[in-house]
C-alpha cells in the first residue's frame, strides 16, 4: 500500500514540475538560468523552513549535513541551472520529453551501485511510460524551434544528476524525515545560487517586472519548488527510485498542456494516447512488487 500511495504522490509532483516547465519557458527570456533557479528556491525554503520550525521535524544529523549539502548543490543549483538553460533551446515539451528519460537513467544508476534490481516487469513499465510520452509530443517535434537539440542534450546529460540524487537521498531522508531533508538540501543550493545571482547582477532584472512576471517567479517557487521537492523524497521514503523516477512520464504531459496555454506551444491530437500509455506504463512499474511476490 506505501509504495502505491508514493508513486501517486509522486505522480503529483512531477505534475508541480512539468506546469513549472511551461513556466520557466515563460520566464525565461527575462531571467538569465541561474536567478530563476535561485528564485524558485529560494522562495521554495522560505516556504519550507517555517514548516521545519512549527512541525519540529527531524532534520539531517550533523555527520550528515555535508552529504546533505553536497547532494542539494548538486541537484537544486547545478541540475537547475542547466535545465534552465535547456529551456532556453528548447520548448516546454521537448525539454520535459528529455527529462523523461530520467526512470531509464535512474534504475541504471540504481543497478550499477547495488539500491535496487532491475526486473522484466518494472523495465517493461518504464520502457511504456517514456514510449507513451514518445507518442503524446510526436506531433510537435517537428515544430520545435531552431537548435532545440541542443537544449533536449542538455536535458538529457543534465538528468544524470537527478538520477544520482534519487539514488544517494534515501538513506539520508531514512534517517531525518523528507520535510527536513529538502528543506536542507534545498537550502544548501538556494545559498549557492542566491550567491551567484547577486554577485552577476542577475536580480536587477526584476525592476522591469510587471505582475505576470512575479506570479510566474512565486509560482516556481511555491509550486514549482517547495511542493514539487517536498512530495519527491516524500515519495522516495515510501518506495523505490525507480518506481519515484517513473512518474516523471507525468512532466511533459502537465508541461505540455499549460505551455499551450500561456506561450501557444502546439499539442497534437495523439496527447490521449500517450497519456494511456503512461498510465499504462507507470501502473505496471509500480505494482512489480506485487507481482513478484506471487
Known sequence: MNDRIGVLIAVLSSTFGGTAAAVTRYIVGSLDPVTIAAFRFGIGVMVLLPLVLLLRVAVPRRRDLAGVSLLGVMFFAVFFVFYNIAMGYTTAARGSLALSTLPLWTMMVAALLGAEPLNARKTLGVVIAVGGVAIAL????????????RGDFIMIGATLCMAFYNVWSRPFIARSSPLGFVTVSMGAGAVCLVLVASASG?????????????????????????????????????????????????????ASLLAAVIV?????????????????????????ATETKK
Open 138 to 149: 510526436a506531433a510537435g517535434l517537428g515544430a520545435a524551434p531552431e537548435g532545440a537539440w
Open 264 to 288: 501557444s506551444e502546439p499539442i497534437g491530437w495523439n496527447l490521449v494516447l500517450g497519456l494511456i500509455a503512461v498510465a499504462a506504463g507507470i501502473w505496471l512499474a509500480s505494482t512489480a
Open 202 to 254: 542577475g536580480f536587477m532584472a526584476t525592476r522591469a517586472f510587471a505582475a505576470p512576471q512575479w506570479v510566474a517567479v512565486i509560482y516556481l517557487g511555491v509550486f514549482g519548488g517547495a511542493a514539487a521537492f517536498f512530495l519527491w523524497v516524500l515519495a522516495l521514503r515510501m518506495t523505490t527510485p525507480t518506481r519515484v523516477a517513473n512518474t516523471m512520464t507525468v512532466n511533459p504531459i502537465a
